[in-house]
């Protein structure tokens, strides 16, 4: 079991900018690390991810105002987001790959971020 201590979340206006951390109760086998996002009645989407060899992947929409990077452990991760609009508007979910004999994902409690005027 993974345990996480996220933060970060919170309230913006649009064209504004948080920050989100991540800790990972593990580094052991962890492969990636990543954000994901859930509004109700949607399914949840891949925000970006990173990997232990600073690999990253994000998703198409958010590049260019995205940032993934990682903290000086490998088991903790940032997402700073810049020029918030009102759609990313969302819980953010930090997520883990372990990777032993199996791959295993694990799941935050995610953060809540509003965007709104």
């Known amino acids: 079991q993974v345990n996480f201590v996220e933060s970060g979340g919170g309230w913006a206006q649009p064209g504004g900018s948080l920050k989100l951390s991540c800790t990972a109760s593990?580094?052991?086998?962890?492969?990636?690390m990543g954000w994901y996002r859930q509004v109700p009645g949607k399914q949840r989407e891949l925000v970006a991810t990173?990997?232990?060899?600073?690999?990253?992947n994000y998703d198409l929409d958010i590049k260019d105002r995205f940032t993934i990077s990682r903290g000086k452990t490998k088991n903790t991760v940032y997402l700073q987001m810049n020029d918030l609009r009102l759609e990313d508007t969302a819980v953010y979910v930090c997520?883990?790959?372990?990777?032993?004999?199996?791959?295993?994902?694990?799941w935050g409690q995610g953060t809540q971020v509003t965007v709104s005027l």
């Open positions: 997520n883990a790959v372990v990777l032993d004999r199996y791959r295993n994902d694990y």
């Open positions: 593990t580094s052991l086998n962890l492969h990636s």
């Open positions: 990173i990997t232990s060899q600073y690999s990253t």
